[in-house]
DNA sequence: TAAGTATTTGAATCACGATTCAACAAATAT
DNA sequence: ATATTTGTTGAATCGTGATTCAAATACTTA
């Protein structure tokens, strides 16, 4: 999906992507949809339960906040997890199925901003100018844009760039500096999500060798 | 491309759509994605050009500013105009060209922001909490993500409440208190931007009338 | 080990969509 | 009025990808 957009996946390539032959692919999913529902669905889990446990054991609230907005966006244009997302948002004007679970996930992001924010709040380290839930809908709102922006390579919009703007508005929204931690100096080339797949056993000998770019 | 994904648009459906035959249609474009490319082009031109034509009349930065934030969001979710700015969210990661058109839209809707921002702080209507285009760029950020929203059918966020959310965000930044004028009672049924297209010469009589909505 | 079940293959088939092209029609120029 | 060009058609062709299925293989259980 992620090379040639939900509407473009064949049936050939995932089965190569799985190291098995169109039929065994039919064999489990006789319905390809239901396959990319699954997968888009696994694929929206995955981004989830990576926040939740990447802030899991932070208790300063402002920390807490700065890393979330990190967490939601790409690592960069290559980004697998936030591509697919990206997908899953053109998609969803077509397909209920798929609007259903960006709208589900949408909310559950929400839901973990805002309780970041009332905490915060609860503690004394936020003074918040506006309804948690609503300053929490927009966070949310602008992760997710700037991931289209980082995603479209747009020149001077990168993961840095976009959590500084997301700060700017954190930063009134809270009322407090929220100052990024110098430290921490984020894993460089952590970069293709993409699990090492174990190979189609011999016979399908000759990968066409698809560009790292496919140009539609 | 709506109904069927960038990447799903079948060269058949278009020439019946432009009331032709795939001959004809291939004899103009010879290669489909030159067309599509052009449409998409053609599509965020029009979108761009909608909204300065809806602020030209406009005096008051306040009033401006909050046209504007309507009208870069959808009418409702089957806006056909947001609709095919998704889909090509989604395919900009996979195809530089459409990075490149969004990128420049996204560039374009910012100075536009901006432009406001500046004016309205040189009459000393808006009180800038930061630097014009931050801001300008958030705003834009914001009307992207809840255009993808209204699109994706969220229950509880509409075209009014996104306008409201957005916004929250924008008195934070302007120090306005950009009152919405409940004058101009938004016209109703302004449904299917779709131009009626005169249909196929004859022959092509049996249209299988393919559902509003395509189940992908 | 043997029987039974689950999975995978590879080839055959089927359907559909892109592409080509000769003939036709319309518009325009001479 | 005729020639030329421009655009369109409809049918034929071609290629690709989904789908089916009998046979082969792997795994499980008794």
Redesign the interface.
Known sequence: M???????VHLNQIAEEAGLTSGAVLYHYPDL?DLLIEAHHAGMERFYEQRVKKISGIADPAQKLITTIRSGLPEG?DDSGV?LL??????????????TL??TL?DRQVAMYQMILEIGAAQGVFTL??DSE?IA??L???????G??I?????S?GPDEAVG??L??AR??TGHPLKETPAAPRPKATRSTRTTRPRANGKTADTPAAGP????
Chains 1, 2 share one sequence.
């Open positions: 992620i090379q040639h957009g939900a509407e473009g949809r244009p591509r990206c997908e899953l948002g053109g998609a969803a004007g077509r397909n209920r199925v798929y609007g960006l709208t949408y100018t506006g609503q809908r927009n949310v709102a602008l992760e997710d844009a700037y289209y922006r995603i479209a390579r747009h020149h919009i703007l997301i700017d508005f009134m929204a770019q496919d140009a539609d």
